[in-house]
């Protein structure tokens, strides 16, 4: 694979993390002074997760294109943490709680595994 397209997706996880960044700088601007970790720190994900993720994905023996499929589970399961960080966030700056919070962090990390598994069976197969 190309170090161009390793370049623009790296970028994407990047635009994505400082959307996250500004979305929640915004939102904790109108929360009147409530503050929420979740809601601070949710650029982490996809910036930390995402990219050092998707670059170990790249980074073993090269991109193929059945590796597509684990890019794009990587990508749902960094959706769905990031979005889990957020929504926590907002519950708690209204200050409630959710009994379901716990489905985007199941959801978001099996998504991440079976992305990570999936490259490493791949990698298993072409030897």
Known sequence: ?????????????????????????????????????????????????????????????????KDCFAAQILAGGVFWLTLGCLFQGVLEIYGTTNHLIWVFLVVGLMQVVTSIVWQAVSLMTTE
């Open 1 to 65: 694979m190309s170090t161009s397209v390793i370049r623009k997706s790296a970028f994407k996880y990047v635009g994505f993390a400082a959307f996250v960044f500004v979305f929640g700088a915004i939102y904790e601007f109108f929360s009147h002074e409530v503050y929420s970790n979740y809601m601070i720190y949710a650029f982490v994900v996809p910036l930390i997760g995402g990219l050092m993720a998707q670059l170990y994905l790249w980074s073993a023996r090269g991109f193929k294109k």
